[in-house]
């Protein structure tokens, strides 16, 4: 711990602008609190009216709690330049920032310092919260996503709506926010200060959620979020974050192409919710143009928002019982067009020609989807899994050995294939000659340095054939699987086979709105890529 950050001290930092009427509602609030080593740095941004005299009629009664109370008197801008006025004053190991008109439940601060100091590893945590009227004190609608609870990488989720940025709710070791903001100067744009705040932190560390409500947000009419904006406004507010986003992105040095487009694609969608706003279908439809570009697959959500909301505002009856008539037809349009934009972001993440090894069609399938050259002989055809086993095991001398086709009793429609001691099925093939051919030329094609191997639990796979799969010499593996298998690390569990005796075909469609395979639940390209891979692997009984 540095000398400039006392062990246990929470630093609240809170901007305030024209409070007079609601901030000795908060300021009781730290006055309640059970965790008593607090410093309160409270920013008066160059309010009009009895702001700062409230304050000071508080800093008396705070100090006789032992709470710590600086007021700092800056000139009126907005809320993140009033942050750069106190945040060279934070002295405490925690630092978090609450909104001056909001409350904090009286174990709020010790519940988080609590966590972080049982937690060393993290280095922030955040709380639920709740709204309320603060008039009549009555709980009120949340009029933000809480999202994936259990997730911790939060950056996009902040940026693209899908979580909360509410200020009071986080808190933050003090030593690695200065790491970024080391004169305690945030971006000043006129939007608040969470983003500035939030998102250089989020991309940097992970952030747990305490599954508490420790916060409460006062939904204020008339308060600067909620205020009515002009059409001039409004898309003022909406440019200033897509500068402020823009400079984040440089503070975070986020210089790989995918997030950039990333980025700008959430600005796409934020100009195409304004032309909804104020009806401009014009510039909706300029917008829907370039999303169609960029390969965004939130499109054809946001496609069917634009066709409704259109027809609606030009009261096309005779359209609308047009659309309804082919509803159906529309949901297959928009789906195709979805699973084409999900596929073709996949194949851009790819890097290098992979060789996949694979006990069936799983593999090929990945193929058709990259539309990459097939560097493998394993394409439309199954290998039961005992011998998959036998053959990977052994691949370079099972490459030199010549496939022997069989009669097969009960005359089968495709060719069948003895190679060494094991059988090849070729189940999409018409002849043996085209088998032969087929796996003759791309068995010529495969990288040994690059071999991914795939299997299935099925085709005669046991729970003893699991386990040999485990031990394979091989560093990129995965065998997919109907049962969780901690004690496997190369298992992926595919969910919906559970009440099947074997895992089912995952290269089938599942049944909801967007057309997703059982598959697409393992993320294949990271595998593919080497990414996170191994660090992901659970530990297994060969190590």
Known sequence: ????????????????????????????????????????????DGSSDQTVAVARRWKEKLEEEGIIIRIVEAPHRNASSAMGYGLPFVSGEYLCWPDSDDILKETSIEERVEFLDRHPEYHC?????????????????????????????????????????????YMLRSRDFFEIYPDGRIPVYPVGQNFQMLLPFMYRYKCPTIEKELYGVAVRRGSHSRQILTREETEEKYRAYERLVDEIADICQIEDPDSRRRIERWKMRRRMQLAYQYKDF???????????????????????????????????????????????HLKIVFRELEWRFYKMRKRRKLQGQPTIIASNCVGTMIYYDMGIPWTTPTINLMIPMPDFIKFVRNLRWYMEQELCFLEEPGALEYPV???????????????????????????????????????????????????????????????????????????????????????????????QFRKRRYLDDFDYISFLNDKDWKKNYKRGICE
């Open 417 to 511: 294939a003895r190679l060494g001691d094991i059988r090849i099925y070729f189940v999409h093939y018409e002849s043996a000659e085209e088998a032969a051919e087929k796996w003759n030329v791309r068995k010529k094609r495969i990288d040994w340095d690059n071999l991914f191997i795939m299997g299935c639990e099925k085709d005669g796979c046991t729970y003893e054939t699991l386990r040999e799969f485990d031990c394979l010499s091989y560093d990129h593996k995965v065998i997919f699987t109907k049962t969780d298998y901690a004690e496997f690390r190369s298992a992926f569990y595919i969910e919906g086979f559970e009440e099947c005796q074997e895992l089912g075909t995952i290269t089938n469609f599942k049944n």
């Open 125 to 169: 945590v955040r709380s639920l919260s709740w709204y309320f009227d603060p008039r009549s004190g009555e709980r009120t609608v949340a009029d933000e996503k809480r999202g994936d609870l259990k997730k911790e990488d939060l950056f996009w989720d902040i940026l693209e709506g899908r979580t909360f940025v509410c200020c009071g709710c």
């Open 282 to 328: 014009g510039k909706a439809v300029q917008v829907w143009k370039n999303l169609a570009r960029s390969g965004d697959g939130q499109l054809f959500i946001d496609s069917l928002r634009f066709l409704r909301r259109w027809l609606a505002e030009t009261k096309l009856a005779c359209a609308i019982h047009t659309v309804r008539n082919h509803e159906k």
């Open 1 to 44: 711990m540095s000398e400039k950050y006392v062990k246990g001290r929470v630093s609240i930092v809170t901007p305030v602008y024209n409070g007079e009427a609601f901030l000795s509602g908060f300021l009781e609030s730290i006055r309640a609190q059970t965790y008593r080593n607090l410093e309160l740095i409270l920013v008066d």
